[in-house]
């Protein structure tokens, strides 16, 4: 659970988020270090990797790393076989690919896994269509998401589209990634 984001905040908080022993000393928590997540953003932006730090860099932060990364999908099929390219994001924290229904881990978007439930995704297409996936709002990501492109007959089908992931009910935005999805039948 993230810390919050104004009022008391003590070096006990920032330990039972991150970890560590006693007695507590703030030099512990550096950004890449033995407790701090390297990226760990919060309410006044990131925690700091070296150099001065303070108490009020851990507002609003969480012992949660949110990380995706671009991806590029292709699926090919002959006639009379349809060709679906897909970008999952799962709920047990990790991103697939799917190519003609075959799964592919890509990469773990939240870390720790058992975290993923507490966050959702938008995506907005930037080109072309996409044949399946919620599109425009917030969707929980308790419930794996998948957006895909299908392509019936001979050609092909594409879509551009941009993936955010927050925290649910913030605003802030903590990662995201232009993913191209492309579906050839030849």
């Known amino acids: 659970m993230p810390l919050p984001s104004s009022g008391p905040l003590s070096l006990n908080d920032i330990q039972t988020e991150f970890g560590g022993t006693n007695p507590i000393s ?3 928590y550096y950004a890449g270090g033995s407790f701090v ?14 150099g001065t730090i303070s108490i009020r860099n851990f507002y609003g932060t969480s012992n949660v790393v949110i990380s995706i990364s671009n991806q590029s999908i292709f699926a090919l099929s002959f006639a009379p076989d349809d060709a679906t390219a897909a970008y999952r994001l799962n709920s047990n924290g990790q991103v697939e690919s799917l190519v003609n229904g ?52 001979a050609g092909s089908s594409s879509c551009n589209f941009t993936v955010e992931i927050r925290r649910t009910g913030t ?12 579906a050839e039948v030849i």
């Open 26 to 28: 703030l030099s512990e």
């Open 37 to 50: 997540p390297a990226g760990t953003t919060g309410t006044y932006g990131a925690v700091p990797s070296s």
């Open 102 to 153: 075959s799964p592919t881990t890509l990469e773990q978007w939240c870390t720790p896994t058992s975290a993923a439930g507490n966050y959702e995704a938008r995506v907005t297409v930037n080109s072309g269509s996409l044949s399946s996936g919620t599109t425009g709002t917030w969707v929980a990501l308790s419930t794996s998401r998948t957006w895909s492109v299908v392509r019936s007959g």
């Open 171 to 182: 605003t802030t935005v903590l990662d995201s990634a232009t993913i191209d999805l492309v």
